[in-house]
């Protein structure tokens, strides 16, 4: 069976490397710390600074993976073309990987080059020129790294006054050596979706039914499946899904995220990899969770069809505080509690507001969403992370 070599081993990693496990592959995890989730589980497990292209050539050369699959950004994403070269497979593809690594790279050809409708937006590479952005595209706005996950370092500037400190804080959220930041115009929305694609060796494409969620500090909190919206809404994010994954070229899932308002549909970003939102599809409510779709589409095992199961929502587990040793307090709860499951994903130390676990609620075709992702919300705010 195939060798992967998993660069980044967090909770997504850790579920792409279950469904990895169950039908026989052999998988190589990696990360920056020790004892990462997926290390848990896999086969092998290296510890290293992804961003360091001699420390990466020295793992594919000391494996010889089948498929290299990367997790997060924070990796030497160029080094990606010369493994092709040699005859290895990344995950979706180098260029994949390295467009949209950053956020320059990949809204630049959404919106230049794909003529994709996205927010109004500018790039600066220090205080002044940020403020020179803002004055163009006006306020409020918003500031991201071009490098970055999970909302670190991103920031609303609604004032003059918070100009410096949204740069200060994309700095610090910034992953790698980019401290380059995209400005985005405020998009008045009235809703955000993600759109699972799914690209396949054969050239057919399929969607996963569209997903809610509702972000924080530019982190999702809670995501629900299907989000209600119009059909023709649907078939015009599909379409930007679709056109915007061909030009990148590969297989694999992707996290495609849109904004929806009285304007129509606003492409916003994607992720080359199964995305956080994503994660409600653990809840089976699909025929294939995320991570099992991803896992066919690299192995090139025909995926010929995504069917909603049942309808679900997953809400996550924030730490308040840093531990060492994070104790979980209020599992019983959610146990107990019908059509309910839960994750922990074994990262082994806490800080404020560090996602380490989920709650995964559903119901049948029939039931009520709204309901159901309430019911996520209210269960995963009663666990409580202490130190130990």
């Not at 990360?31 to 360091?52: C, G, H, K, R, V």
Request: glycine content about 8%; proline content about 4%; aromatic content about 8%.
């Amino acid at each position: 069976m195939a060798t992967i070599l998993l660069l980044g081993s967090g909770e997504l990693g850790k579920e792409f490397t279950i469904a990895a496990k169950r039908i026989g592959q052999t998988v190589i995890a990696v990360d920056s710390y020790p004892n990462a989730p997926a290390a848990q589980l896999a086969d092998f497990a290296e510890t290293i600074n992804m961003l360091d292209g001699n420390a990466l050539d020295a793992l594919v050369e000391k494996y010889k993976p089948d498929y290299i699959v990367p997790e997060i950004e924070a990796i030497r994403t160029e080094r990606f073309y010369e493994y092709e070269k040699q005859g290895y497979t990344v995950i979706p593809s180098a260029k994949a990987a390295n467009f949209t690594m950053n956020r320059k790279a990949i809204r630049d050809l959404a919106a230049k080059e794909l003529g994709l409708k996205t927010a109004d937006y500018r790039y600066a590479t220090s205080v002044e020129s940020l403020s020179r952005a803002v004055s163009e595209i006006g306020m409020p706005c918003v500031v991201k790294p071009l490098m970055s996950s999970s909302g670190k370092g991103q920031s609303t500037i609604k004032s003059e006054a918070d100009i410096e400190k949204a740069w200060v804080y994309s700095q610090e959220g910034s992953r790698g050596d980019v401290s380059e930041v995209i400005v985005e115009t405020f998009v008045d929305f009235n809703y955000e979706i993600t759109l699972l694609t799914v690209t396949q060796r054969s050239g057919i494409t399929l969607f996963c039914p569209p997903i809610g969620h509702r972000q924080e500090r530019g982190d999702y909190m809670e995501s629900w499946q299907p989000a209600t919206m119009e059909n023709s809404i649907l078939k015009e994010a599909q379409q930007m899904a679709a056109k915007v994954t061909e030009a990148l070229t590969g297989c694999g899932v992707w996290g495609v995220e849109f904004f929806v308002g009285e304007n129509g549909v606003y492409f916003s970003e994607l992720s080359p990899r199964p995305h956080d939102t994503g994660m409600v599809t653990l809840a089976n409510t699909q025929n294939f969770n995320e991570f099992e779709l991803h896992l066919r589409a690299v192995l090139g095992f025909p995926i010929s069809e995504i069917t909603q199961e049942r309808i679900g929502a997953s809400a996550v587990i924030l730490a308040t505080e840093n531990s060492e040793k994070p104790i979980y307090e209020g599992i019983e709860k959610i146990a107990a509690s019908p059509k309910t499951d839960f994750r922990i994903f074994g990262k082994p130390t806490s800080r404020p507001f560090r996602r380490m676990g989920l709650v995964l609620t559903y119901d049948n075709l029939e039931g009520n969403i709204v309901e159901v992702t309430e019911k996520a919300k209210t269960l995963a705010s009663d666990v409580k992370i202490i130190s130990g």
